[in-house]
């Protein structure tokens, strides 16, 4: 090209409006989350990206599948998602990540709400994930102490804790429990593993009137939350849980990480990423914000006193 047609090119470019020059292709992410529909999370993830200037019908369109608790939707919705070619994959919770992993080693996974992902092999390292996945877990280390610490603190005081997962859908429940057996000698507590796996172990919990109970992280205690409150309920005995969640819908009381916060520091990496950074460069981020709910109408109907000093810290009292 002669320096007259390149002038004549320049021109022309000059010449067009700006929204055609500022026109760039639309970006695509999949987002599968292990729980029901989340209207609400829906919202937060699109708040947080516009924010960093990426807008639905504008210039990234979101594709979002929700498993509802049901581990085959969630390897159904893998599929789907891996099939619609996106630009970024959101994968919220462990086994969204599991899926996920096991069909691309291409396209960057974000990933929040996950527990371990070192042990779990989804990164090498926090520091230096490597591969295609990087993002956001939802415990540290003394968590687990700190939920049977909480509930210790109830009058009157408990002397046994029930410790309640599925081992099928919590693979990261030995790491917790060894934090927890710990923390029992220190607290004087007997801590008793009380595994679950469907509707039948759940409703044997209501036999159980001999302590409290403390729910760890899980996507089937979620999806079964209505027959775990039920039978918490019928026991009449102090409950743990892992997501505010339970506590809004009747629990005792919650001390979780910020799931709006997880959401909001995942939408910074998918930004990262969209403009050219790389998984594998982006550290694992351990949680940074914690809120602990409690509830208490519930309080009362157990006829337990929850501590001053528990209620002075907490960030959401339902009364």
């Not at 729980?35 to 019908?57: C, F, M, N, P, S």
């Not at 775990?228 to 009381?253: C, H, K």
């Amino acid at each position: 090209m002669n320096r007259r047609e390149c002038l004549a090119l320049l021109g022309m470019i000059a010449a067009l409006p700006a929204p055609v020059l500022a026109q760039q292709p639309t970006r695509r992410l999949g987002v599968l989350s292990v729980t029901a529909d989340d209207v609400i999370g829906q919202a937060r993830l699109a708040e947080a990206l516009a924010a960093d200037g990426w807008k639905e019908r504008d210039n990234i369109k979101i594709d979002w599948r929700s498993g509802g608790g049901d581990r085959a939707p969630i390897a159904r919705f893998a599929d789907e998602l891996i099939a619609l070619k996106p630009d970024v994959l959101l994968a919220i919770g462990t086994p969204s990540v599991e899926e996920l992993r096991q069909r691309t080693t291409t396209i960057p996974i974000v990933f929040a709400v996950v527990t371990d992902p070192v042990s779990q092999g989804f990164v090498k390292n926090l520091a230096h994930p490597g591969g295609n996945i990087t993002g956001f877990t939802d415990y540290d280390g003394p968590l687990a102490g700190k939920w049977l610490e909480m509930l210790t603190q109830v009058t009157p005081k408990l002397s046994r804790v029930l410790i309640v997962y599925n081992p099928a859908t919590a693979p990261f429940a030995p790491l917790m429990l060894r934090t927890i057996e710990d923390a029992a000698r220190t607290l004087h507590v007997t801590a008793e593993p009380a595994p679950v796996h469907d509707a039948a172990s759940i409703a044997a919990l209501a036999s159980r009137k001999d302590g409290g109970l403390l729910i760890l992280p899980d996507f089937f205690t979620m999806a079964n939350r209505a027959h775990l409150l039920a039978a918490i309920s019928e026991a009449r005995v102090p409950a743990m849980f892992w997501s505010r969640t339970f506590v809004e819908e009747g629990g005792l009381m919650s001390y979780s990480t910020d799931s709006a916060e997880q959401l909001r520091r995942a939408a910074n990496y998918i930004d990262r990423i969209l403009k050219g950074a790389r998984p594998a460069d982006l550290p694992v981020q351990n949680p940074t914000k914690f809120e602990l709910a409690v509830n208490l109408k519930t309080a009362k109907a157990l006829g337990v006193t929850l501590s001053p000093g528990l209620l002075a810290i907490a960030n959401e009292v339902i009364e």
